[in-house]
């Protein structure tokens, strides 16, 4: 079992930073990718950034450049830091860890960019 708990949302405007952190408690020797996913009312959960274990990090296309994933293995903790905030980006983020086939999920932090 893994436990995910995220902060760090918040309101920001346009062009404004804010850095996401989840902590990972329990079993986390057993994660094998972790990382940010973002959902959208009426829209599917989108992957935003992952440190896969295999191929290292992967990024959306919408947020190369202006987000950066890391980790803190010491501190079982995973950042999103997110620059050059847009209106769009607006979303409620997720973190998420997967040990083999099963996958876990935090409870969520509403991200919001005003214009």
């Known amino acids: 079992q893994v436990q995910l708990v995220e902060s760090g949302g918040g309101l920001v405007q346009a062009g404004g930073s804010l850095r996401l952190s989840c902590v990972a408690s329990?079993?986390?020797?057993?994660?094998?990718?972790i990382g940010w996913y973002r959902q959208v009312p009426g829209k599917q959960r989108e992957s935003v950034a992952i440190i896969n274990r295999a191929t290292g990090i992967d990024y959306a296309d919408s947020v190369k450049g202006r987000f950066t994933i890391s980790r803190d293995s010491a501190k079982d903790t995973v950042y999103l830091q997110m620059n050059s905030l847009k209106p769009e980006d607006t979303a409620v983020y997720y973190c998420s860890a997967r040990c083999g086939s099963i996958d876990y999920w935090g409870q969520g932090t509403q991200v919001t960019v005003s214009s």
């Open positions: 329990g079993s986390t020797f057993n994660i094998d990718d």
